[in-house]
T-cell receptor, first 118, second 111 residues
Framework: GAVVSQHPSWVICKSGTSVKIECRSL??????MFWYRQFPKQSLMLMAT?????????EQGVEKDKFLINHASLTLSTLTVTSAHPEDSSFYICSANPTTSGSPDTQYFGPGTRLTVL | QQQVKQSPQSLIVQKGGIPIINCAYE??????FPWYQQFPGKGPALLIAIRPDVSEKKEGRFTISFNKSAKQFSLHIMDSQPGDSATYFC??????????FGSGTRLLVRP
């Protein structure tokens, strides 16, 4: 089956530093990937839609200058949390749809990245 | 308009019981309704999904019931097992492929 990986699986950083999280589709190409944030015991909140070769589309209330998204290839999207602060500590999850699927039924989720900002 | 309301927040059943989780939506543009299972520290995994053209779908022990007129759908887990203990999320999507998630239900199945 299709697999989406994330790296790193967990990261601890100091306040004010930037952290990059990678999302890769391992055995399929994905024109579109999605980034979600999940706080403890809460739901997944969509942050942005990552489009290969173009700018990401951010959901209302998400700071695009703080959460930089780059979709450089059909198998890789990166989320960079710039100048991270403790309130950015969360579980970040990506998902990807195979370019050839033509259906949301085949949206695959990554295992998530736990970010802790000290 | 974009919300998906999920209930209950938590649920405890005995092994073999049939937990039922309910969701409701407002946006009539939604045309895809998946259910996800999530274990602690892991990403969500798709369990089963339905589209508005059918009222029920079964896959193994999981059944979705869908009421288009009421804009509600529910998940039933037959013969529940302790291994089913997890958090369950309903979601709704449209042609953009974006998913709006419900608030989640923490299920505990006691042996």
């Amino acid at each position: 089956g299709a697999v989406v990986s994330q790296h790193p699986s967990w990261v601890i950083c100091k306040s004010g530093t930037s952290v990059k999280i990678e999302c890769r589709s391992l055995d399929f190409q994905a024109t579109t990937m999605f980034w979600y944030r999940q706080f403890p015991k809460q739901s997944l909140m969509l942050m942005a839609t990552s489009n290969e070769g173009s700018k990401a589309t951010y959901e209302q209330g998400v700071e695009k200058d703080k959460f930089l998204i780059n979709h450089a290839s059909l198998t890789l999207s990166t989320l960079t949390v710039t100048s991270a602060h403790p309130e950015d500590s969360s579980f970040y999850i990506c998902s990807a749809n195979p370019t050839t699927s033509g259906s949301p039924d085949t949206q695959y989720f990554g295992p998530g990245t736990r970010l802790t900002v000290l | 308009q974009q919300q998906v309301k999920q209930s209950p927040q938590s649920l405890i059943v005995q092994k073999g019981g049939i937990p039922i989780i309910n969701c409701a939506y407002e946006n009539t543009a939604f045309d895809y309704f998946p259910w996800y299972q999530q274990f602690p520290g892991k990403g969500p995994a798709l369990l089963i999904a339905i589209r508005p053209d059918v009222s029920e779908k079964k896959e193994g022990r999981f059944t979705i019931s869908f009421n288009k007129s009421a804009k509600q759908f529910s998940l039933h887990i037959m013969d529940s097992q302790p291994g089913d203990s997890a958090t369950y999320f309903c979601a709704a999507g449209d042609s953009s492929y974006k998913l709006i998630f419900g608030s989640g239900t923490r299920l505990l199945v006691r042996p």
